[in-house]
């Protein structure tokens, strides 16, 4: 198989590492980043950390608004996907890489006819917010791609409930793949903000909707005022907000530049507890044992809060002072069953992509493509 896979995003170069890495044992991938995040600390270093081969093709869209920044991927996209004309495309997730792709990849004809089939990876996830940009991303790829592969029995659910179950496959998650990898090679990572510290918090923070909403935002950062060091990589939306002078860190925050994919399992592997908005944090959080605290009003990892290690508390000051002082909550001591698969999943992906190339044949017709 010949695979296009588009990434552009901090969490989709985590995602795609062990995927590629699987890929390539057999097919070919030609790898292309949209350039959505551009900085070293937000990309190249995740390239480094975990292996990725360089990507063949970047479309260096940098930042802009929702409309400009889709706007110009699916222009530089289109011609990139027809130069190459693979059998498939991938995508991960639910950023605006993702939308532009999936946008591109459903509607593409080669000079034939013939089209290329859509797989996206971690299907399935909702929050049941409309006002995330990521639901609606994810939704239009739900919709748009013919491969869905998903990570949890939830996520089959949300799926089925859309009436494109027939499209899914449970994999499991493939940050469970990523995570263990690193998770061998971080020992000596800590970041020097950390070293030292007996006990202490670490936060993430970059979702807009707390970011962009001063009162969300001073709330946020009013419940980081503890007796406790708050470590907090500081994530590049975030440190524009606060370079305006929007929010005031209390002195217990020690911010820091945001970090390399070991720094931060080291990081979350040493945390007393975790505060994030992150998706892929939460998750972190759950495969290194540690509690989390999730600044969001729902999370689409539901199964982190039914199994007792994740707290949902909105922007509340007061909710995260009790998380913290929740004994219970903070003890550690209960089962931490395998949520989100054993590690393979890449390989399932891989066998889920074979298996379809097989069924469909290089390639489809628009006929073809319409009859599935
Ligand atoms: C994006 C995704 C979000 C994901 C997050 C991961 C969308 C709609 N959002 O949010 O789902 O969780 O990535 O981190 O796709 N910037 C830099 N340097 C960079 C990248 C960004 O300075 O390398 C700054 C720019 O000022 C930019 C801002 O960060 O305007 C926001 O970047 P953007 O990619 O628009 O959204 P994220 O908040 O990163
Ligand atoms: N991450 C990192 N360094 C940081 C912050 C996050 O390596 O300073 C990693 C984190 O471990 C996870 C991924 O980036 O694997 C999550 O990305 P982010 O929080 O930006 O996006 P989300 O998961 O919310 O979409």
Known sequence: MRILTVVGARPQFVKAAPVSRALRVEHDEILVHTGQHYDDAMSASFFRDLEIPAPEVNLDVGSGTHGVMTGEMIRR?????LDHAP?????????????????????????????????????GLRSFNPRMPEERNR?????????????????MANLAREGRGDHAELVGDVMVDAHAWAAERSQDRLPAAARGLDRFLLLTMHRAENVDDPARFAAIL??????LPVVFPVHPRTRAVLAAGVGVLPSNVVPIAPVGYLEMVALEARAHAIATDSGGVQKEAYLSGVPCITLRSETEWVETVDAGWNRVVDADPVAVSAALADNIFMSRDRPRPALYGDGRTADRIVAALERHHQRIGAPRTPQQATAS
């Open 87 to 123: 059998d498939g495309v991938l995508v991960y997730g639910d950023t605006n890489t993702t939308l532009a792709a999936v946008v591109v990849a459903s509607k593409l004809a080669y000079p034939d006819g013939r089209r290329p089939w859509l797989a996206h990876v971690e299907a």
């Open 139 to 155: 939704i239009v790829a739900d919709h748009l791609a013919e491969i869905l592969l998903a990570p949890t029995g939830t996520a």
């Open 77 to 81: 996209l289109e011609p990139v996907m």
């Open 222 to 227: 009013r419940g980081m005022d503890m007796d």
